[in-house]
């Protein structure tokens, strides 16, 4: 087996990290938008409105908003088949609780999505990307409130509606189970340190998977052809040791993340989702036509991120490294990014044995990469070989994942193939990009745009379906 003739080769971004034009046409403010720069290891949080004085990176992120069709003619270039990118909810319901949507979001979405089709390039869509309208938050508590549900459902009526015939792919909210560790970036929720956190959590998360399978229904009605998928971010974690205690440690962690794509697969709360509930002394508050509503609106694939593996340890002393949105113990065995992630191509294809075993739902790459710092020659040039090395070796263990284990892949879509604001710190010199953007932390330079070596590379990947990697 070789990769489908059909295979989606493209990349990912989100809005909120590129588009910029952040109060333009009409548009809300976003938690995203409340967002500064951070630091290494640090997830960024968002502040209480938008402050003076503070810098905010992603108000003009790299102005894809007005470049966008510079970029995509870049992408087609490429040879991409498929462009992921998510809808900001904030330019479609500025405050997210408007009954009548904002046409001129609406008619930005359309020309984008229009740019992409006249190079035969399918649009991936991600409904929710980290970017919570900032009233709603303020008015109803985020996704604490089941209100929330009605909102994002108007939301995803009206672009379903809209972009019918112009997008097949969608995916409902971006890496869900990421609520486990910064429910404020992911959901708009802060929380007290007087409070249950499993209970904040997993009730606010309950309510998004009932929103996710109601969207995968309406969806369905409104074009019966469209592919709705969940989105995951898989963290691959080894026990330290093989004692079975950290064997032990490293299930723990992986149930988890589990726990989100079980109801999206499967349509209902396993006995260990209910075994959790009971351990972390948690109430759900859950209706008949909750359950009902899961049963229903199982997803159609499974679309999830992985960048660096993990390890899971009973020695807490050890101590933590960074990762994507996991800190966890250090694999001695593994090199690491300039950010500390520890680079494991072998961790991919583990990952995707394990979610099709567990599912058999086709599976959809939709992040991966490498964030690094490059640097520009005096002739302009930029020699980003550790990111071509980075990619073929996760494109290997994939095709090995496909040839070699049987798994049913739709898709790869590395992250930020254009680079753009870090959604973890907000730096721009964390870049991932083929091609490269003239734009540094602090908001200063020309945003031009030029291709790094890997663009020819990756465009040599796609020609060749994944022959040609050297
Ligand atoms: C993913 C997010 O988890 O990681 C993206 O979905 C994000 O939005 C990506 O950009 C890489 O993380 P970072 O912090 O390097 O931008």
Known sequence: MTLKKDFLWGGAVAANQCEGAWNEDGKGISTSDCMTASYHGKVREYTDGILEGKYYPNHQGIDFYHRYQEDIALFAQMGFKCFRTSIAWTRIYPNGDELEPNEKGLQFYDRLFDECLKYGIEPVVTISHYETPYMLVKRYGSWRNRKMIEFYLRFCKTIFKRYRNKVKYWMTFNEINVINFHPAMTSGIRIGEDENFYQVIYQAAHYELVASAEAVKLGHEINADFKIGMMMMYPTFYGETCKPEDQLCAMRQIDEQYYYSDVQVRGYYSNKAKAMWKKHQVQI??????????????????????????????????????????????????????????????????????????YQIPLFIVENGLGAVDKVNEDGTINDDYRIAYLREHIKAMKAAVEEDGVDLMGYTPWGPIDLVSCGTGEMKKRYGFIYVDRDDEGNGTLKRSKKKSFEWYQRVIASNGEELD
Do not use: H
């Open 285 to 358: 508050e859950c209706s008949e036509a909750d359950i009902l509503s899961l049963k229903e609106g199982k997803v159609d694939y499974i679309g999830f991120s992985y960048y660096n593996s993990n390890v899971a340890s009973t020695r807490p002393e050890l101590g933590l490294t960074d990762g994507n949105m996991v800190n966890a113990v250090k694999n001695p065995f593994l090199k690491v990014s300039d950010w500390g992630w520890q680079i494991d191509p072998i961790g991919l294809r583990l990952a995707m044995n394990n979610l099709y075993d567990r």
